[in-house]
């Protein structure tokens, strides 16, 4: 039973396991090329336009525009189909067991926003700052916590992918909300125009890829020039992906157990050439892949398309092009006692652990939530340390919050140094509370 239950996290695991493992060798490439002697072509690289254009039309922009305000949206997407499915089938679908993650993610963003503001109260120059240590980089925490493998009990490995689920919402809000600029208000009525033909193509039974994908385009557009972030598009089309399937289970057992014996009675043989040249064979595997196909949502074959292109491609790219920043020797004293990089260390080492630990506390307190089975606050605490891994999400808020590329890079560094010393805290007091129960 409990290796049944682990089964579907382990292979999730995995996956985001080794997409981190690339992750951090992009992180650590441009931190090497930035502060290398050819540390002038870093910027220079990611500054050279690209053209798009069909006849009179022309889009030129810049690598790093490409890269985090078109290819991120990808990767919003997929977090927007992640999102959706939890909350039909998966951790949030049930609101008891929803509410402790729940919860606790809403202390481990209002905590470090706090946290981040003693340092930089509001009104003064880098006070737009305080959405960066309020996120926690989903990939990076859920592949520290698999190290320890199967010593972690499932409830806890549960916990923080619910988690971080919920701390993706947050973050999608806070964009959305706080680091939009000025709304315009032709192209936001265009992008609820669009948003209204994609919902009513899921009413209608679409479940083709491509219709959802060209609208998607055109949203992307559209959200682009009304003043709200282009990423916030990939998740807005996530929720219109169907999430439903053709065939129900035993008309999908029914009609692949017919195409199996079709297949039987064309004469079983070794000869792998008769799978080519038999028509029977080829109908019975044309009509049984069909079948595959119809039975699985629309919502599950695209998250299962996009997300090898998004955690071996997109993420990694999003690494080397951001992640890259000088480290002044003489100068780190001034800027690690900096505002910026004091609130945000703040935020990450101290007001996640403290924020998502005591909201979750209360939530049992209170009987709104139960502490996962076979886990102990110590472990849930260590957890919460986890949360404090801000890479991603906090460099893409850093892109937004700030344009002084000094402060840029302070905050570059104190997000390392805080993702850094949460994951290595973390998992110490992982292993030893593991170690001590068993």
């Known amino acids: 039973m409990f290796k049944t239950l682990l089964k579907p996290f382990q292979k999730f695991l995995q996956l985001q396991a080794s997409g981190s493992i690339l992750l951090l060798l992009s992180a650590v490439a441009a931190l090497l090329w930035a502060n290398s002697p050819y540390s002038g072509s870093y910027q220079a690289f990611w500054e050279t336009p690209l053209h798009l254009g069909l006849g009179a039309w022309q889009f030129s922009q810049s690598l790093h525009f490409w890269i985090n305000d078109g290819l991120m949206t990808a990767f919003f997407f997929l977090v927007g189909l992640e999102i959706k499915r939890e909350l039909i089938v998966g951790e949030l679908s049930s609101p008891r067991q929803a509410s402790l993650p729940i919860i606790g993610a809403i202390g481990g963003i209002l905590v470090p926003a706090l946290a981040y503001l003693a340092f930089n109260p509001p009104g003064s120059a880098f006070n737009s700052g305080w959405g960066i240590p309020t996120v926690t980089d989903i990939a990076f925490a859920i592949s520290a916590l698999a190290i320890l493998g199967d010593r972690i009990p499932v409830g806890l490995k549960v916990f923080l992918i619910a988690l971080a689920i919920v701390d993706d919402i947050g973050a999608i809000l806070i964009i959305a909300l706080f680091y939009s600029q000025g709304v315009q208000p032709f192209f936001l009525l265009a992008a609820g125009g669009i948003l209204a033909v994609l919902l009513g193509m899921n009413r209608a039974g679409i479940d083709r890829p491509w219709p959802y994908a060209a609208l998607g385009l055109l949203l992307w557009a559209a959200v682009l020039n009304s003043g709200i972030h282009p990423t916030i598009a990939g998740v807005l089309l996530a929720f219109t992906v169907p999430s439903f399937s053709k065939i129900d289970p035993a008309a999908f057992y029914r009609e692949s157990s017919n195409a199996l014996t079709c297949f039987s009675q064309a004469g079983l043989s070794h000869d792998t050439r008769k799978v080519l040249t038999n028509a029977t064979y080829q109908e019975s595997i044309q009509h049984l892949e069909s079948l595959c196909e119809a039975v699985q949502a629309p919502l599950q074959q695209m ?39 004091l609130g945000i260390l703040a935020g990450l080492f101290i007001g996640k652990q403290v924020g998502i630990t005591l909201f979750a506390w209360l939530a049992v307190r209170f009987r709104l939530a139960d502490l996962p089975d076979g886990t102990t606050w110590r472990q ?24 002084n590329p000094q402060y840029i890079a302070y905050a570059k560094l104190s997000i390392l140094a805080g993702s850094i010393s949460s994951a290595l805290v973390g998992l110490l007091l992982l292993k030893s509370q593991t170690r001590q129960k068993a």
């Open 303 to 341: 998250e299962h398309a996009i997300h090898p292109w998004v955690t071996y491609v997109i993420l990694p790219l999003f690494a080397l092009a951001n992640a890259g920043v000088t480290v002044d020797t003489a100068n780190l004293g001034v800027a690690l006692a900096h505002p910026v990089t």
């Open 380 to 403: 849930l605490h260590a957890t919460a340390i986890l949360g404090g891994i801000g890479f991603t999400m906090s460099v893409f808020i850093t892109l937004l919050a700030f344009e």
